[in-house]
Nanobody, 126 residues
Framework: QSQLVESGGGLVQPGGSLRLSCVAS????????IGWFRQAPGKEREGVSC????????NYADSVKGRFTISRDNAKNTVYLQMNSLKPDDTAVYFC???????????????????WGQGTQVTVSS
């Protein structure tokens, strides 16, 4: 069965860091752009960051620019999200998904995504 599995979430204090991992099983990530999304309680799911299949291009939501970094290791079939300078507003369940391209750039629009993982909880609190 093809699926994406997220890990690396947890409880961290404001200003701290976490690295999330998204591992593909049952298929090869090499051909796909992958995105990270998040959903906080009572809010809609939103795009955080995405990376092209080669890793040569990436895209970030304004709210995380300069703090989060997306990367991938196709040999390990894994995409990472390094999150630094975390804020309480970053608290959410984080998901990875396959995403489409729009005008040559990977899309952060939830409607352009599919094959979701089950998510990993990130809680930023003192």
């Amino acid at each position: 069965q093809s699926q994406l599995v997220e890990s690396g979430g947890g409880l961290v204090q404001p200003g701290g860091s976490l690295r999330l991992s998204c591992v593909a099983s049952g298929f090869t990530l090499d051909y796909y752009a992958i995105g990270w999304f998040r959903q906080a309680p009572g809010k809609e799911r939103e795009g955080v960051s995405c990376i092209s299949s080669s890793g040569g291009n990436s895209n970030y939501a304004d709210s995380v620019k300069g703090r989060f970094t997306i990367s991938r290791d196709n040999a390990k079939n894994t995409v990472y999200l390094q999150m630094n300078s975390l804020k309480p507003d970053d608290t959410a369940v984080y998901f990875c998904a396959v995403v489409f391209y729009r005008v040559g750039v990977c899309s952060l629009d939830v409607r352009d995504s599919g094959s979701w993982g089950q998510g990993t909880q990130v809680t930023v609190s003192s």
